[in-house]
């Protein structure tokens, strides 16, 4: 698989009701060998993923379905596509147990405005 034949915008998650969210985009990355890729999903995707699958994902309820476009392989070949009806279940979850952090704060006393930037540790 070569990085520039993926394309996440085929890609959707399917939670326990059956509802399905599109991704938008994301980052990736390949594996040297080509036989995996990892994706990260863009924030505001992340954040509609969490509507999704709830509050308490996890792998028994959460499905991935994928159009044909999603992935070209070097020879041209596309993905067999995973149609919604017939999505695969994932091989793992895992959650995010994060707690945000506090980078920096700023007080703006003209605007009245207190802006917080947050920082999520990996």
């Avoid at 036989?35 to 509609?48: E, G, I, K, Y």
């Avoid at 308490?56 to 159009?67: E, L, V």
């Avoid at 999603?70 to 020879?75: A, E, S």
Wanted: charged content about 15%.
């Amino acid at each position: 698989v070569s990085e520039p034949s993926i394309d996440c915008r085929g890609l959707q998650v399917i939670g326990s009701t059956n509802t399905t969210y599109r991704l938008h985009g994301c980052w990736f990355d390949a594996s040297a060998n080509g036989t995996s890729v990892v994706l990260s999903f863009l924030p505001d995707d992340r954040n509609a993923i969490f509507a999704v699958l709830g509050p308490f994902p996890n792998a028994s309820r959460t499905y991935i379905a994928a159009d044909a476009s999603t992935l070209v392989d070097m020879y041209g070949n596309a993905l067999a596509s995973i149609a919604v009806g017939a999505s695969r279940a994932v091989d793992s979850l895992r959650p995010d147990n994060a707690e945000p952090v506090l980078n920096w704060f700023n007080v703006n006393m003209s605007s009245l405005q207190i802006y917080l930037n947050f920082s999520k540790p990996t």
